[in-house]
């Protein structure tokens, strides 16, 4: 809840500040850093195959004993910053969420260490992973919980490869609330029929971080209002980029509490893989908008062949926005303008919301005329080289490029279009256009009256 006393401090910074982000208190430089994409090291990843690269995140090291991949997770509160301005207390692993991204390869053998720095107990499950039934992970059903400051040992041996996830199997309704969850990927040890040229994953998420708070709430079950990539918003998600030719998969898991459409534009997705494994090249479609249901993945590949800022987001629209203040009356199409003078005498600054569409929402927040709570994201934001991009949550960038080198994951910047062929303004006088216009249906008589 916001007092009154911030909403006042934050006017005041407003005013003082004028740009809106004067109001935003800023990460620190440690809580920037867990939301880098590392470019990926020479990690094994099996003959030839291509390492997998988290947006905002990284790939946890391991080490090897007597031919057994060791790796170590800590499950901790960690604080992530899903956009700047906004800095939000999760529970993550390794400082991170989502947690790191582990590696390995078909047939290794691998343990894990699962330290618990947490306030309650934990476990982990390997949503996916075929292994002996103790180390499932399920708390109480197949092994004892994991006490605060207690580490436990997993160990098993991968026998498939594909794409997979981790995460607690105890009192998950807080902890994954809070952001418990990293990605398995298991390369096959051959190398792939196609060649991959780059290889992206991320989880899906929402949280409900009421407007000027910044822990999530463990209580909500549906009505979420942060939807997040690899725990992180746009315009805080990295943008994903490939070199004119390549073949790029991207791999998407969901431990969100909503199914989410993921829709790709200027190419098209073919589907080949979910948690289950790869899908036979026979079985393998292609979609536009690849449909990613709850506590699943799909994996969806394509050949990046037309250069440009190609934009891949949920095609459910309040899944595209940020914290959005959405129980108020629907004033779309009401004049109040008048209403909006005459109470501006009583209450200075005041601004009604949604006449003409949402917008103009974007616009005011991005001048600074809209007073939001304390870490609290405009529900539309981003410029692009056009404009604002009027977008949040669940939003990203493909970037294709003639000349990105093989290997190099820098962002090259907005796409520069060869002349003519931006969407331009009409010259002349427009056309008369065809309409139907609406025509109500005759009123019936009462045959009995
Ligand atoms: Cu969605």
Known sequence: MVTRREMLKTSALVLAG???????????????ASAITRPPTAASVGSGNTPVVTING???????DNGVKVFHLVAEPVKREFAPGMVVNCWGYNGSTPGPTIEAVEGDRVRILVTNRLPEHTTIHWHGIFLPNGMDGVGGLTQPHIKPGETYVY?????????????????????????????????????????IDRDYCFILHNFAV?????????SVMTDFNMWTFNSRVFPGIDAMV??????????VANLSMHEHPIHIHGTAFEVT????????QSARYKETTMLVPVGNIRVGEFVADAPGDWALHCHKSHHTMNAMGHEIANMLGVEHDDIARRIRKLVPGYMAMGETGMAEHAAHTAVGHMQLPENTLPMMMGQGPFGPIEMGGM?????????QKPGDYTDPGW????????ARKFQGKPPVPVTQPFVPAPVEKNPAG
């Open 395 to 403: 939003f990203t960038v493909v970037k294709i490029r003639d000349h």
């Open 242 to 251: 490939a070199r004119t030719g390549e073949r790029v998969r991207i791999r």
């Open 210 to 218: 009421h407007a000027g708070t910044a822990t999530p709430d463990p």
């Open 155 to 195: 160990d098993f041996t991968l026998r498939q490869n594909g794409t997979f996830m981790y995460h607690p199997h105890a009192d998950e309704m807080v902890q994954m609330a809070l952001g418990m969850y990293g990605m398995f990927i298991v390369h096959p040890r051959q190398a792939e029929p196609v060649r």
């Open 415 to 422: 796409y520069r279009h060869p002349r003519g062929t931006v």
């Open 18 to 32: 004028g740009a809106v982000d004067a109001v935003f208190r800023n990460a620190s430089a440690a809580e920037r």
């Open 273 to 280: 893989g979910t948690d289950a494994g790869w899908i036979p």
């Open 58 to 64: 990284w790939s946890l090291p391991w080490t090897l």
